[in-house]
């Protein structure tokens, strides 16, 4: 009888613990054109100001559409293909193409520098639509990702 009990109370254990996780696990969907727009003109204004000599922002263009990008003094965004990233091997700022919302309605934008295939760092960024303008702040210190190019040894 013991052995059953067990087995009982494991797969008990299993079951809930899946349930759990899955009310924790946040969700991954594509944000609607009008709140890219507002993410995105947010996220650039912040992370590029004006500056007093031109400078050139390549981004990485998968998600994005030009009217999103805001304009900015001196600020020169411009739209990078994969196909240019890996030819040129160049690290771009760009945006991951998924949001998260976790169960509180929350939404989560990772915006970041590198190699978006690769090795890249960036933030995380909170969006939450209210009555008025919507809040799109950052939340944390960093996110990071990596890729193993490993020698054989």
């Known amino acids: 009888m013991r052995p059953a009990r067990s087995a009982l109370a494991f797969a008990l254990i299993i079951l809930f613990s899946g349930a759990i996780l899955a009310q924790t696990e946040p969700e991954e969907f594509e944000l609607p054109p009008d709140a ?20 050139t922002v ?8 030009w009217e999103w990008l805001p304009p900015i003094e001196n600020i020169f965004f411009v739209l990078v293909s994969k196909q240019e990233i890996k030819s040129r091997e160049i690290e771009v ?19 970041g520098f590198g190699d978006p295939f690769c090795s890249a760092a960036g933030t995380t ?28 040894h």
């Open 93 to 111: 700022h760009f945006f991951k193409k998924k949001a998260r919302r976790d169960a509180s309605g929350e939404i989560f934008i990772d915006f």
């Open 125 to 152: 960024w909170s969006y939450k639509e209210n009555d008025g303008p919507a809040s799109v702040h950052a939340i944390s210190a960093g996110w990071g990702m990596g890729c193993c190019r490993g020698t054989g």
């Open 36 to 55: 890219m727009r507002e993410v995105v003109g947010r996220i650039l204004r912040d992370k590029f100001e004006r500056g007093e000599s031109p400078k």
């Open 58 to 65: 390549e981004l990485y263009e998968d998600g994005l559409r």
